[in-house]
C-alpha cells in the first residue's frame, strides 16, 4: 500500500495527481476487504464511498471545515484518511470504533449512529459559524436510506429557508439501505439519476445554440430565463429546488474529477446546496455485489476471497422470532409485520416472502412505523413490528400516545436488546425496558429461550387492547430453560430446597442460565435461591409480592439500564403491597458503554455470576450480622469468566 501509508492526514491528498488518486482508491479498497474480513464491520458501504471521501477530503479543509457522516457506518475511509490505519481491533475493546468518534479523531463530530441526524447537525452548526461569522464550511454525507427518515425532511425545511447560510449536504445515493431504498422519495431519485442532469443539458443546450447565428444567444437565454419550467421539462427535480436547495448532479460518485468539480461549485455557492452522488454499494468487490439481500451492508468475519463467513452461525433468537412469523402468518390472516428498512436484519424475510402482501418496509422511520401501526390496528388488524430495541427510543412518543392511548393491539418484537456491545454507545438495547415501564397498558416481555421467544410472540399478538412488547437479545440462542413450576404467570426456574430461603432471584430474560449460576455459587455458600422468571416484566405479576415475602432479599437481574427499570418496578410493586424485604437490582449503570465484547462489556460493569454472586453473599451475610466479606471470594475463584 505505497500511497495509502504516506497519507497521514487529509492534506496529505493535496500531492497525489488523479492517477495516484485513482490508485490510492484500489489500494483502500483492498486495504477495506483484507481488514474487514478479519474483525467484521461495515465493508459493502465504506467500498461505495471511497472516491467521494477522498474529493471531500481533497476539497474541504477537516477538522477546520466540518465533514459530517450521518450514521457513521461509512466512516472507515474517512478515518483511513484522518490518520487512522490500524484496524487491526475494530469495533474491539481498545481498537476503532466503528463509527465516528471525538476521542478518536479532532475530525470525528457525531458519534450518534441512529440515522436521519447529519442533517440536523450541520443545519445547528451552521447556524453557529453564522453568529460567530466563521466562514467554515460545514459538509453532511447523509445516504438515500437515512434520507427516509423523517428528521432529515425536519431538517431540510429548516435549512433551506436561510439562502444565504452556507451547507453542503452530499447525498449518497446507492439506491440502498440494506435492501434498495422504498418510497416516494426513493423513486424521485430514481427519476434524478435516470435522467440527463439539468446542469449537464444547459451546457450541451448552450453549445449548440451558440453556434446557431442570430437566433442562438436569445433563445438560450429565454430559456434559461424560464429556469424552473426547463428544470422540471428536462430533469423533475421539483422537490429539492421547490424547497429552496439548489441542486447539483446526479454525479458519479466514483469520478474523482466529477466530485471535486462538484463539491467545488457547492462550496463556493454560499447557500445550501444539496450534491448528488450515485455511488454503489460493495463497490469493487464481487462478493458484496453479488449478494442480493444487502451487499455486504455489515458482515461477520468471512474469506476475503470468497466474501463467505467463517464460523457458521448456529440458531439465533432473530431466526427463531421469523420462523414463528411465518406460522403465525399461516393461522391468522390478519397479522402483518412492519420493518423500517431492516426486513433481513430482524428475521421478517421468510415472512416478506411467504406473504409479500402482508410486510411494510416504511424505511428508516420508526416513529412512523409505530404511528402507522396505531392505524393498522384500528383498522382491524394486527400489526409486529420487529425493530432493533435501540431504535425504538425515537417512537416512544408514538408507542405511548398513539398506539398506548388509543388502546391499540400492536406488537412490537426488539431485537438487539441488552448490552450488544461491539457496535459501541448507541447500539446497545439498554432503555426500552426503562422507557416502556411509563407507557400505561403496555404489557413487555422478556423471553429467556427459544420455546419462550415463540409462546410469548403468541401471547403478545393475542392481545388486541393494548401494545405489547417482545425484547430478546443479539446472536446465538441458548438451550431451552425449563421452568420447575408456574407460579402466577411466572416461571420457577429452580427451588431453594428449604422452607425458609434466603433469596428471590429474579431472572430477566436471556440473564437466566447466568442467573442459574449465581444461584449454584450461593449454594456453595449455604445461601438458598429460588430463581424465578417473571415471563411478562411489566405490569409485575401479582403472585411476585407474596413469592418475594417467603424470602429474607430479593435480587433482580437485568440486562438494561438499573434506572427505572424491571428491579425498580417490582421494588415499587413490593412497597405497594406492603412487603418490606429488602430488594438489590442489578443491571446495566446509566452510562454510555464504550465498544467491546458483549462478555467483556458485561464484566466491566460487574454483571457477571460470580461479581453478582460476590455481592448477595454479602448482603445476606450483613442481614446475619456477619462480616460482609464472609466466603464472598470463594464463591467466585472456580468460575471462568462468561465467552461470546
Ligand atoms: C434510527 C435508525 N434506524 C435504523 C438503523 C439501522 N441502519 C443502519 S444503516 C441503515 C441503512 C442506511 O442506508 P443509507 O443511509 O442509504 O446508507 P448506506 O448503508 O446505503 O450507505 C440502517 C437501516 C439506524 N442506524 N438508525
Ligand atoms: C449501522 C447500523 O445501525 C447497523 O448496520 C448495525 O451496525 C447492525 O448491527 P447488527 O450487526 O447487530 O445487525
Ligand atoms: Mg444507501
Redesign the pocket.
Known sequence: MPLLTRIRGPRDLDRLNLEELNQLAEEIRSFLVEAVSKTGG?L??NL??VELTIALHRVFDSPRDKVLW??G??SYVHKLLTGRQDFSKLKMKGGLSGYPSQAESEHDVIEN????TVLGWADGIAKANQILERDDHVVAV????????GMAWEALNNIADAKDRPLVIVV???E???AP?IGGLANHLATLRTTDGYERFLARTKEVLERTPVVGRPLYDTLHGAKKGLKDFIAPQGMFEDLGLKYVGPIDGHDLEALESALAKAKRFGGPVIVHCL?E?GRGYQPALQDEAD?F??VGKIHPDTGLPIASSGADWTSVFGAEMVKLGEEREDIVAIT???LQ?VGLDKFAKRFPKRVYDVG?A?QHAAVSAAGLATGGVHPVFA??A??LN?AFDQVLMDVALHKCGVTFVLDRAGVTGTDGA??NGMWDMSILQVVPGLRLAAPRDADQVRAQLREAVAVDDAPTVVRFSKGAVGPAVPAVRRVGGMDVLREPGTDRPDVLLVSVGALAPMCLEIAGLLDKQGISTTVVDPRWVKPVDEAMAPLAEQHRVVVTVEDNSRVGGVGSAIAQALRDAGVDVPLRDFGIPPRFLDHASRAEVLAEIGLTAPDIARQVTGLVAKLDGLPTERGAADAVDSVEPARD
Open positions: 461495515h459493502g458501504p461505495g464511498v450521518d450514521t457506518h461509512q449512529s441512529h440515522a436521519s447523509i445516504g438515500d436510506g437515512a434520507l427516509t427518515g449518497n445515493d446507492n440502498r439501505s440494506y431504498t455511488t454499494k451487499r451492508h455489515a423500517a428498512a431492516m436484519p428508516i420508526e425493530v432493533y435501540t431504535f425515537r448507541s447500539h
